[in-house]
């Protein structure tokens, strides 16, 4: 197996689309393991909230970030993700910003600026740093097509769209928000559509990715057989 960045050090990536329940594989898969776990995502909401609670962007502006604001943060390593007992966490200017990031407000600024060449430039810069410094379980929506096109192992999680709307309406539900099952699936369609038909790193699987269905598979079956293929 080919190392990314000429490293020593062992990359998984596991990408696919909202609700696929990648988030939570990649975290017990990087605890069983021992490695790192990457929260992609989490890395765009902060940008995100950092752009708009830190520099007074407005919506409007999220989609075009002056360059010189993404510099300041990444190059000064103002934002900085950590894996804290298998637990990302994104700090910026070492406060731990982690807890507003998972919000209604914050899932749309994240897709509106994250569709930015730039963003994505400056955070795939940030992630490589991470992947040079540890083996990591790296998930998101293009770990495999872009941040990390050399990893050792490369995972597509999807599922059904009923399942997937019916997994996010229990994540809503736990976060106090109820939804019925139809707008779960309009919300969740909705964001496949602005992934997959996005200019920039669109949602698809790598060539070489391994394509794992999880429509009727529970977690540890999922964990299961992505160990298998590590092994």
Known sequence: ???????????????????????TVAKLLAQKLGYVHLNSG??????????????????EQLANPKQADLDFIINHHKLVYRDVNYHAQVCYENQDITSYLKTKIMDNYASISSASPQVRISLMQLQRQVGEQHNLVAEGRDTGT???????????????????AKRWQGFMHKTGKDYSLSEC???????????????????????????????????????????????
Do not use: C, W
């Open 185 to 231: 699936a309009a919300l969740v369609d909705e964001r496949d559509q602005r992934d997959i038909n996005r200019e920039v790193a669109p949602l698809i699987p790598s060539p070489d990715a391994i394509i794992i269905d999880s429509s009727n598979l529970d977690i540890d079956q999922v964990i299961n057989q992505i160990y298998e293929l590590i092994k």
């Open 146 to 164: 872009k941040v990390f096109p050399n990893a050792d192992l490369k995972i597509f999680l999807t599922a059904s769209l009923e399942i997937r």
């Open 1 to 23: 197996m080919s190392r990314d960045l000429e490293s020593d050090k062992v990359i998984i990536t596991i990408d696919g689309p909202t609700a696929s329940g990648k988030s």
């Open 42 to 59: 989490l890395l765009y909401r902060g940008i995100a909230y950092v752009l708009v609670h830190f520099f007074n962007y407005t919506q």
